[in-house]
């Protein structure tokens, strides 16, 4: 493959990982958020200095990215989830937009507004797929565990699931914690792959990108995540040449999935054999009552 089509499927995994952390925290857990970028961001500028500054193996300063994201989720989570619904959505974008501006800000370690250069490109296809395998792995495996029933609890009534025992707020800030290193890995990667990065690369629109891939995907579904993704980063890369016109294109494919399926791609479902072999089995049962009506 050519350096073009190696480097779309390496920030390919790389969305696809961030897409991840959110679709556990906004469509399996049920919380609307709009600050994700934030915890990119810190595991972005994690890596960058711990490879930069402290020559770092960036195996070792991916993961720190991830953790520190995560621990970083942790703490945010545990005052702001007692809000629920469109307040924890609102104190999600002023956190979002507070690490943005501390980073941008913060001079001395950061750089400020004119960004982080120097970052080795260690964030090859292999490594980027390799970590993308090995993250869909584990999020399959801790949807379908006890705590991914107890995260769908939360999503569904989280009234309901507190009288049945269940502590909501507490799987809400583990959501969002795993939520935060699998956003930090992301943007970890980010940084290896442009070997550059800026607070203005994690502002609101990259969180507002993040949920739409969410929900073009289907709220409830690592498929339609991941087939959401790969659908609108491609559309991005494919029409870049018109770019005047892209980001047309771009709201016009989420305007007409949202009208013709307003659940998204995928839904609930996952893209598994049995789901394939039962569109078949319904498409073969309409033919079949077609026939018989003719």
């Known amino acids: 493959m050519d350096g073009y089509t190696t480097g779309i499927i390496t ?64 703490l945010i989570g545990i005052p702001t989830l007692k809000l629920v619904g469109d307040y924890y959505t609102i104190a999600s974008l002023g956190l979002g937009e507070a690490i943005r501006l501390v980073i941008e800000n913060w001079e001395g370690v950061t750089r400020g507004a004119r960004g982080y250069p120097g970052i ?60 935060g290193f699998y956003c930090g890995v992301s943007g970890a990667l980010l ?42 980063t491609l559309v991005t890369e494919l029409f870049r040449p018109i770019s005047q016109y892209r980001m047309l294109v771009y709201g016009l494919v989420l305007v007409l999935v949202m009208v013709l399926r307003p659940e998204g791609i995928m839904g609930t479902n996952e893209l598994t054999k049995d789901y394939i072999k039962s569109i078949f089995t319904r498409r073969k049962k309409i033919t079949a009552e077609d026939g018989g009506v003719r």
């Open 120 to 179: 080795d490109n260690y964030s090859s296809m292999p490594v980027a797929l390799t970590f993308l395998v090995i993250m869909a792995v584990g999020m399959f495996f801790l949807v379908n565990s006890s705590f991914g029933r107890a995260f769908k609890a939360c999503r569904d009534d989280y009234i309901a699931a507190s009288l049945l025992g269940f502590n909501t707020a507490r799987f809400r800030v583990f959501s969002l914690a795993i939520s």
């Open 191 to 232: 940084g290896g792959f442009m070997s550059f990065i800026q607070p203005v690369m994690f502002d609101m629109a990259k969180s507002t990108e993040l949920v739409s891939i969410v929900v073009f995907g289907g709220l409830g579904s690592m498929s339609g995540c991941l087939i959401g993704t790969t659908i609108l």
């Open 11 to 74: 920030l390919l995994a790389i969305n696809c990982i961030a897409a991840l952390g959110v679709s556990l925290f906004t469509g399996f857990t049920g919380v609307f958020t709009l600050g994700h970028a934030g915890y990119m961001a810190i595991g972005a500028y994690t890596a960058a200095i711990l490879t930069v500054q402290y020559e770092v193996h960036f195996i070792g300063a991916i993961i720190a990215g991830g953790i520190f994201a995560m621990v970083f989720a942790y």
